[in-house]
């Protein structure tokens, strides 16, 4: 296989971890021009034809001193911090995704925005910074784009201009070109840890209290169904991910996805994906199909990543035949707002059902939502803790057992609040205690600190 093949490929790239470039060594203009022109004596000269037999670092140091050839060469008179910087950007265009490895290689950024070919903005610690990151052009761009998609078996092109796939280590992706993308070809990485936070890890980083999760905890391991809420970016996956951990080893858990994100570190974990329509329109799996296969599977809960329409109807059922412990993630503002997205989601099934029994469907599978948000300082907390206790009519009625009172924002754009408990003691505590773990009444003191 020629180099040329292997970079235009449109099957799975190599997964290798490309070498970082420091902040001190981002490439300007001028290295971009180099790089291409090497780039393309490259695919000129250099032929891998036993690529399958080397290794990746011995394909790296074949690069490296292809590269070294050319410079002295072309009599460039690069410095060796200029000559290194070269090298490193070859072999992360080779064998990973060029000007974004450095990007994917630091710790710090959450998010990657490539709002174009000359455009790319990442998220630190909650806050956008505008980076010197180019890609050559837009085919450029679109050549890292097909390699990311092409890794999960799907495409992106003219008539599929919108595509969600993940990377390797579970970071999620979405892209989108032209038409719909008029300056461009448009990248979104929402990067994951490369070790998965704990709830130690979000009590620390004060997204919220020890007592708010030992009673998740408890939830989890009596086998209380569940929703978590919030916006975008808000944290729910990374929250279902914490939860799912309180899991026992000895349960047998399905999980359902558009795009594979969650990790769980269960020994027996049986993880399904969507699949989109091929070139033909043909072929599609979408959620409502995964979870009606996933009941057959004999799970002892089901996990849905994200529940977007109509396979709402089918998760409600699982949750009310058996699956007890079965956990979602959904899009909404407040905790309230959820559920009149069920509902909604509902009617989206085609299934036209009166409005009370629908919401005593909706009662009788969820026992609470657990709301996150994004604040003003880019922090992740938990908002609130929702029991859902019955109806009222035709009125679901609700009752908040934790919240966070935000009280202001100091000079630094910090927000400032506490968490508090409000008093009430939740009507699940009795199911919680029947499975063998109570819940101690000071959790639900509103004066404890």
């Known amino acids: ?107 710090t950024i959450s998010d990657i925005l490539v709002n174009g070919p000359h455009t790319v903005y990442v998220e630190r610690r909650g806050k956008l910074e505008l980076t010197d990151v180019h890609f050559t052009d837009d085919g450029h761009l679109l050549r890292i784009i097909e390699k990311i998609v092409s890794r999960v078996g799907r495409r992106v092109d003219e008539s599929s201009p919108m595509v969600d ?148 109807l089918d998760m409600l059922q699982a949750m009310n035949t058996g699956h007890e412990g079965s956990m979602a993630t959904i899009h909404a503002n407040t905790a309230r707002d959820a559920l009149t997205r069920l509902e909604n989601m509902v009617g989206i099934s085609g299934l036209n059902l009166p409005v009370r029994p629908l919401r005593q469907q909706i009662v009788s599978a969820i026992a609470a939502i657990v709301q996150v948000s994004r604040l003003s300082d880019g922090k992740r907390k938990v908002m609130s803790i929702l029991e859902i206790t019955g109806m009222e009519g035709d009125m679901i009625t609700t009752q908040e057992i934790f919240k966070f009172h935000q009280t202001g924002v100091a000079s630094d754009g910090t927000v400032q609040g506490r968490f508090r408990a409000t008093g009430i003691r939740p009507k699940f505590a009795e199911k919680l205690a029947a499975r063998g773990v109570p819940l101690p009444d000071y959790l639900f003191d509103p004066d404890r600190s």
């Not at 790296?60 to 410095?79: D, H, N, P, W």
């Not at 708010?212 to 279902?240: C, D, Q």
């Open 165 to 312: 796939a993940r990377l390797p280590d579970g970071s999620r992706v979405n892209a989108i070109i032209s038409p719909l993308a008029l300056d461009g070809p448009a990248l979104s990485i929402r990067k994951f840890s490369a070790v998965p936070l704990s709830v130690d890890n979000i009590i620390e980083y004060g997204s919220l209290t020890r007592d708010m999760a030992f009673m998740l905890s408890a939830m989890v391991s009596a086998k209380t169904n569940m929703i978590i809420s919030g916006g975008t970016g808000s944290g729910k996956t990374t929250m279902l991910n914490i939860m799912s951990g309180f899991i026992p080893d000895d349960e047998r858990i399905v999980t359902i996805e558009d795009a594979a994100e969650l990790r769980l570190q269960q020994p027996h974990v049986v993880r399904l994906e969507t699949r989109p329509p091929n070139i033909e329109g043909e072929g599609e799996i979408n959620q409502r199909a995964l979870i009606k296969n996933s009941l057959r599977m004999r799970p002892d809960r089901v996990i849905v990543g994200e529940v977007r329409g109509a396979e709402v």
């Open 1 to 107: 296989m020629s180099l040329r093949e292997l970079l235009n490929t449109s099957g799975p790239a190599p997964n290798v971890q490309a070498k970082p470039i420091t902040d001190a060594q981002r490439v300007d203009a001028e290295t971009i021009r180099l790089k291409s022109e090497i780039h393309l004596e490259l695919l000129k000269k250099f032929d891998l034809t036993m690529l399958e037999r080397i290794s990746d670092e011995e394909l790296r140091q074949r690069l490296a001193l292809f590269v070294e050839e050319t410079i002295q060469e072309k009599k460039l008179g690069l410095s060796e911090a200029q000559g290194k910087i070269l090298i490193s950007a070859i072999q992360n265009e080779v064998m990973g995704l060029g000007p974004l490895e450095p990007l994917l290689a630091d710790s």
